[in-house]
C-alpha cells in the first residue's frame, strides 16, 4: 500500500461528505490518523459508535491541533465562522481546504481569519446523494466523480499537489478552475436542478390533499427522480443558493427563456422542434452515462443493498 498522503487529517463536519472522507481516508490508506469535530454532540457521539476516526470530538483545538490537512465539510453559510474558530489552532505549513458547492462565497469568508492565505486550497467533490449525517457517508462515494480545485493565485504549489494527490486517492478526478468559473458552471450543473426540483415539488403540494396524495401514490419516473434530489439538506441548499445567488440567478433567466421557447412550440404543435430538441437532450444525457458519471441501470443505479 501507498504510503499516506498525511499523516493527520481533520475534518471539521460529519455529515455526509464528511463521513465518507473520514471512512475513505482510513479505507484507502490516505491518512495516518484522523480526526473528526462537530458541534452537534449527537454526531460526535454517533462518530464515535461508528469508529469514523480515531478522535471525535466538539473542540476545535484537539481536532485541528497536529494536523497537516485540514478539511471543512460544515454548510457553505458556516464557513466563515468556523474559519474563525479554527484558525487559532492551525498547525503552521498545515494545507485547509473545504468542501463546499460554492466557491467565491466561502473565499470570502474564510481567507480573513488564515495566516497562510497562500495554503488554504478551496475544493468541491462532485459527489453526494440525497441522505444526510454520519450514518450516511460510504468510503466510495467520491470513485469517479470530479473534484474541482480553485486555488488562489498566490497558492503554494506543494499545497495544492497534495491535495489533488489526497483527492484523487480517495478514487476522484481531479480538476483545477478559478473561482468564478466553478460558480458559474455549477449554478447550471447542480443549484439549478435542485432549484427547479424543489419547486416542482412545492407544486405538487399546492394542491389540494386528494390530488396530493395521487401524485405521490403514482408517481412516474420523472417525479419521482425529481422528489430524490428535493430530499437534499435544506439547510445545505439555502446556504448555497444566497452564497452563489448572482449565478444561479444568471442561470435561471436563461433556463426562462429556454423555457418559453418550449412552451411556444408547445402551443403552436410544433413536433418537428420538439424533436429535435429532445434528440439532442438526449444525447448529452447520453455522453453523460458515457464518461462514467452515471449509468443507465434502472433507478440509475442508485440503490445499494445493505445500504
Given at each position: 500500500m501507498a504510503d499516506p498522503v498525511c499523516e493527520r487529517l481533520a475534518?471539521?463536519?460529519v455529515g455526509l461528505i464528511g463521513s465518507s472522507i473520514a471512512r475513505a481516508a482510513r479505507e484507502f490508506g490516505v491518512a495516518r490518523h484522523v480526526a473528526v469535530m462537530d458541534s452537534s454532540p449527537q454526531v460526535v457521539g454517533r462518530a464515535s459508535e461508528l469508529c469514523l476516526a480515531d478522535i471525535a470530538t466538539q473542540d476545535y483545538a484537539q481536532a485541528v491541533g497536529g494536523a497537516d490537512l485540514v478539511i471543512v465539510c460544515t454548510p457553505v453559510g458556516a464557513c466563515g465562522d468556523v474559519a474563525r474558530s479554527l484558525a487559532p489552532h492551525l498547525e503552521k505549513g498545515a494545507v485547509l481546504s473545504d468542501v463546499g458547492s460554492v466557491k467565491?462565497?466561502?473565499?470570502?469568508?474564510?481567507?480573513?481569519?488564515?495566516?497562510?492565505?497562500?495554503?488554504?486550497?478551496?475544493?468541491?467533490?462532485?459527489?453526494?446523494?440525497?441522505?444526510s449525517g454520519p450514518d450516511a457517508g460510504f468510503a466510495t462515494l467520491f470513485q469517479n466523480r470530479w473534484c474541482i480545485l480553485t486555488p488562489p493565485e498566490n497558492a503554494g504549489a506543494a499545497a495544492v499537489e497534495k491535495l489533488r494527490t489526497f483527492w484523487m486517492r480517495l478514487g476522484a478526478n481531479v480538476e483545477t478552475m478559478s473561482v468564478a468559473h466553478h460558480d458559474a458552471v455549477l449554478a447550471l450543473t447542480s443549484h439549478l436542478p435542485h432549484l427547479i426540483a424543489y419547486n416542482i415539488v412545492g407544486t405538487a403540494d399546492?394542491?389540494?390533499d386528494e390530488t396530493r396524495s395521487e401524485v405521490i401514490k403514482f408517481s412516474a419516473s420523472g417525479f419521482r427522480d425529481f422528489t430524490r434530489i428535493a430530499a437534499s439538506d435544506p439547510i445545505m441548499w439555502r446556504d448555497i443558493f444566497l452564497a452563489n445567488k448572482d449565478s444561479v440567478l444568471e442561470?435561471?433567466?436563461?433556463?426562462?427563456?429556454?423555457?418559453?421557447?418550449?412552451?411556444?412550440?408547445?402551443?403552436?404543435?410544433?413536433?418537428?422542434?420538439?424533436?429535435?430538441?429532445?434528440?439532442?437532450?438526449?444525447?448529452?444525457?447520453?455522453?453523460?452515462?458515457?464518461?462514467?458519471?452515471?449509468?443507465?441501470?434502472p433507478d440509475f443505479g442508485r440503490r445499494v443493498e445493505g445500504r
Open positions: 475534518l471539521i463536519g467565491g462565497a466561502v473565499v470570502a469568508q474564510m481567507t480573513p481569519h488564515l495566516s497562510e492565505p497562500s495554503r488554504f486550497i478551496p475544493a468541491h467533490p462532485i459527489a453526494g446523494t440525497e441522505f399546492d394542491f389540494g442561470m435561471l433567466g436563461r433556463f426562462n427563456e429556454d423555457l418559453s421557447v418550449l412552451q411556444r412550440m408547445i402551443r403552436r404543435g410544433d413536433g418537428e422542434g420538439l424533436l429535435e430538441f429532445f434528440s439532442r437532450t438526449r444525447d448529452i444525457r447520453r455522453s453523460i452515462i458515457e464518461q462514467g458519471q452515471d449509468t443507465a441501470a
